[in-house]
């Protein structure tokens, strides 16, 4: 009887913890802003790991911006495997896929992957205005 709190407690905390996640970026909580829109930018290091930026109204500099990563652990952060994870990963926190932007190339060859985004919620709240 013990065990079985203990391992529905630890259920209970785990989902408390994984429901407040939030996007940190550059250390600033974009969920708390009033914007609308967001771009995902990523392009594949390697086999296991994935660059992922998003631009919130800041623009985007691949040289200077802070790299989104996601946080575990008490922040410690830790990159994607692919964009389909960052993708995911922006999903479960209220945002959705609207369009994919193509890719560009900076001097260096590497290719970037865009992708907009927009809160979730608020294409409901405009659906039900009408």
Known sequence: MHKSFLIILLCWLTN?????AQLIVGGVNIDTLNIQY??????KRSSLETSVWIDFGRGFD???ASEFLKPINNHQSV???SIVEALNYVYKNGW??????GTSTVPSSTVYHRYILRRRNQAVKQVNQR
């Open 62 to 64: 691949g040289y200077k």
């Open 96 to 101: 959705e896929l609207v369009t994919i932007d």
């Open 38 to 43: 967001i771009e995902l930018i990523g392009y």
């Open 16 to 20: 408390s913890i994984v429901a407040q």
């Open 79 to 81: 990159r994607f495997f």
